[in-house]
């Protein structure tokens, strides 16, 4: 549910992903500071998605200390170009108390995109109001069937109408307010769980996504989580450069910097903002070593990649 291969932007970035002479010998070049930066505020969860590996996550659960979050902003907005900012990881992102503070934090030092992926489970009239006053701009909710049976049997331990219900009162209330941020997207992830109903699911948000607003559905495929599931197939042909270190950057709840959002046991560690600066990771030798070798298309050594269809199915 973190990222999205069929992103418009994602699909962008990917066209130049295709061949690693266009990368390799600019190695270097990368920008001063990652142009998005995906802040894990917590990697608890409510739900359990048939999809999502979670019983496998062996990190310990908690929230991002506050001063540490203030911290990253501080920097990353420090830059003229200032970075994309998510505000969620391997979890929910609506069971931080804090999420309206951070959201505040991160649009008064000037970031322009603020962006998070919830469950809407917990998307209630009050904290709705909240996220909207705090200035977010972008929501995507995973919302992975068409009825009460194939989104309990996706979305396993939350309740179709709850989640619906909540996103119908976001749109009123978000209306009601006058304003038309978030944005919302809506994504579906078509499965055998949920008989990929993908006809069923645009009837069912036809009339209650603010089109003006710039409310939209998305439709998303299965990815094997850097080899948390194995929905597609891992050749050992590499078709393309991954991306990320020249792009992007991912904090976990621990301070921890991770090489992407894939690694959500944080077994590719690039760094720790709780010792380091955002720009001295991003610069430093650990990911410059990344650059190299995945412009190289050489993954040997980094246990999610190698798992990793990403790189493999495009
Ligand atoms: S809501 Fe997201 S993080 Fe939670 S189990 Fe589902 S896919 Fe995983
Ligand atoms: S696991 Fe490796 S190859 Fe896959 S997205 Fe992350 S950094 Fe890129």
């Known amino acids: 549910m973190i990222i999205n291969a069929r992103d418009k932007t994602t699909k962008f970035l990917l066209r130049f992903a295709k061949t690693p002479l266009i990368f390799y010998p600019y190695y270097r070049r990368h920008v001063p500071l990652p142009a998005v930066i995906m802040i894990e505020n917590t990697n608890c969860c409510n739900a359990h998605c048939v999809m999502c590996p979670r019983e496998t996550l062996t990190r310990k659960r908690g929230f991002m200390d506050f001063k540490l979050f203030e911290k990253i902003i501080r920097e990353v907005s420090s830059s003229k170009r200032k970075p994309v900012v998510h505000l969620h990881g391997f979890g929910e992102p609506l069971l931080d108390d804090l999420l309206p503070e951070r ?43 068409t009825d009460e049976e194939s989104y309990r049997a996706t979305m396993r331990r939350l309740d179709f109408k709850v989640a619906l219900n909540n996103i119908k009162e976001f749109v009123k209330i978000r209306k009601g307010l006058n304003k038309k941020t978030p944005q919302l997207i809506v994504q579906y992830l078509p499965q055998e769980t949920n008989g990929a109903k993908t006809k069923e699911f645009q009837s069912l948000w036809h009339s209650i996504l603010d089109k003006r607003a710039g409310d939209r559905l998305n439709f998303s495929s299965l990815d094997n989580f850097g080899g948390g599931r194995a929905y597609n197939p891992v050749t050992k042909k590499i078709a393309s450069v991954c991306f990320y270190p020249w792009s992007a950057m991912s904090v976990l709840c621990d301070g921890r910097a991770v090489t992407c959002c894939v690694d959500y046991n944080g077994v590719q560690c690039v760094g720790d903002v709780n010792s380091h600066s955002v720009a001295e990771i991003w610069n430093g030798p650990v990911l410059s070593a990344i650059r190299r070798n995945f412009g190289k298309l050489n993954y040997s050594g980094f246990p999610a990649c190698l798992h990793c269809d990403w790189v493999r199915r495009r």
């Open 103 to 145: 959201i505040k934090l991160a649009k008064a030092f000037g970031i322009n995109h603020t962006y998070l992926v919830t469950n809407a489970s917990l998307l209630f009239p009050e904290t709705a109001k909240k996220i909207i006053a705090a200035g977010l701009d972008l929501m995507k909710i995973s919302f992975y069937g």
